[in-house]
């Protein structure tokens, strides 16, 4: 099936790819356009980026919204992960914000979200949700990954970073990964 990934971040790109390609899906790289983020949960993020993305391209069209949120933050960075520093993709300084509001924090409890929403040209739509249990390390450590992986150690591999992981470590257990394996068994039904 010709689908669309609707999403401007390259590495987010390329794992979405590399997931879905081998299970047969053809990912067509289509322009599409820019899309507000107004929801207020990551689903609701997810569902806009979609439907904006199946009405430009006319194909069936994935989005996912994710991002990290730290118990002792109450949740932040949350939505607002990719532009926690107020400068939208700056990693390096999302990393360096959430080290500030986290110093001296016993309390290191964090997941990683994910939400992802695939919307088809005849309205109908599958939705599917991960989430990756861990903790906030005290330092970046890695150099894989994107985003908050430098700091984020899973539940399953507390004693390395996610951006310490290979790419097939990460997605077997990443929120990607799994929302990803939820929203295939959906679309293999579907």
Do not use: W
Request: some cysteine.
């Amino acid at each position: 099936m010709d689908m669309v990934i609707a999403t401007h971040n390259a590495k987010k790109r390329a794992e979405l790819t590399r997931i879905l390609q081998p299970l047969g899906h053809n990912i067509l790289d289509i322009a599409l356009p820019d899309v507000d983020e107004t929801g207020s949960t990551f689903m609701q993020n997810a569902r806009l980026k979609a439907v904006a993305g199946c009405r430009t391209s006319g194909l069936p069209c994935i989005a996912d919204d994710s991002g990290l949120c730290v118990d002792a933050l109450n949740g932040e960075p949350g939505i607002f992960s990719a532009r926690y520093s107020g400068e939208h993709g700056n990693d390096a300084a999302n990393n360096t914000k959430l080290l500030e509001n986290m110093q001296d924090r016993a309390e290191r409890t964090a997941r990683f979200v994910c939400a992802i929403c695939c919307v088809f040209p005849d309205g109908r739509e599958i939705v599917a949700e991960g989430t990756c249990e861990g903790s906030i390390a005290c330092e970046p450590a890695g150099e894989g990954g994107f985003g908050y992986d430098p700091l984020f150690l899973p539940a399953e591999m507390p004693n390395k970073t996610m951006a310490q992981l290979t790419v097939q470590q990460k997605d077997a257990i990443s929120h990607r990964g799994r929302a990803l394996e939820e929203f295939v068994r959906k679309l293999e039904e579907f």
